[in-house]
């Protein structure tokens, strides 16, 4: 990498932003700083991508677990309770999807026009029409549908574990490869995953929810999932010995927990309504068997 840049290869100093937690306005202005607006722009990013309220929350705050989570791996994921939960998801990344939402309610709904560029007059007005060309020719809605059906469900659990994945790799990456996080590396990969993201997600939940038009993935995909998966298998392998703190007994506990409610809830919502369906199938066939 220092190749592509000489300034890199020199190891950044760990930076906690969990210092001066008690709560006070003075506390909370000092911890405004332009990753507030990345925080934004980042969710605004997301709802696009995903275009479904509840999914965008579910996200937000499964990332600020996993923050908690992996604490021990990196300090700049040790945060006041407050800068997790006020700053970041009740403002930052509440203000971004709001943003992310009514743009695509608005791109749902959006007009357009047919005229020809040189039918448009005026300066702004050719202006907008070029912007228009830009933007796409209809808008999918997203149903997930997460409790609605068991395909449903693992849909929205696999896409979620991807997305809290790509989330958390460029974290991995730029501790690792001694980033700052405002390196154009870092953001040029957020803009690449952005841009693969939008088709992606869209040819997932097309093979998803309509499996009989579309009989197999996109390539967009299978893009995405190949990327994420290459950047977990290079964490692996540049992160042996780089964390050698274990996992604390809680995050453990948590996880499981959490692994016993994620399988726990298809088998309950989905599962045993079969059974008794099928058990009351048999006691009315045993029964007319009976009378006969």
Not at 12 to 28: D, Q
Not at 109 to 123: A, C, M
């Amino acid at each position: 990498m220092a190749m592509l840049d000489p300034n890199l290869g020199v190891p950044l100093p760990e930076k906690s932003y969990a210092e001066a937690c008690t709560f006070n306005p003075r506390n909370l202005w000092s911890a405004i700083d332009i990753f507030c607006l990345a925080h934004a722009l980042g969710w605004f990013g997301k709802a696009l991508i995903l275009r479904d309220y509840w999914f965008c929350w579910i996200l937000s705050v499964a990332f600020e677990l996993a923050e908690y989570s992996l604490a021990h791996h990196l300090a700049n994921f040790a945060e006041c309770w407050w800068d997790h939960w006020i700053l970041d998801v009740l403002i930052c990344n509440w203000l971004g999807i709001i943003l992310g939402m009514r743009t695509c309610a608005y791109f749902e709904v959006k007009h357009y026009v047919w005229r020809g560029l040189r039918e448009t007059h005026g300066l702004r007005h050719k202006s907008s029409r070029v912007i228009k060309q830009l933007t796409p020719r209809d808008w999918t809605t997203f149903e997930w549908e997460g409790t609605a059906s068991f395909q449903g469900y693992v849909s929205v659990v696999l896409l979620l574990t991807v997305f809290l994945a790509a989330e958390l790799n460029v974290f991995y990456l730029k501790a690792l490869l001694w980033m700052e996080p405002d390196h154009r590396f870092v953001i040029a990969r957020l803009a690449a995953m952005f841009v693969c993201a939008l088709p992606a997600v869209r040819e997932f939940y097309q093979y998803m929810h309509d499996s009989r038009k579309v009989v197999r993935m996109g390539q967009h995909a299978w893009l995405l999932l190949a990327t994420v998966t290459t950047e977990l298998l290079l964490i692996f392998k540049w992160g042996r010995g780089q964390f050698p703190l274990p996992f604390p007994l809680l995050v453990k506990i948590c996880a499981f927990v959490g692994v016993v409610l994620l399988l726990a809830y298809p088998a309950l919502k989905f599962g045993w309504p079969k059974i008794e369906s099928r058990l009351d199938t048999r006691s009315i066939w045993s029964t007319t068997s009976k009378v006969e």
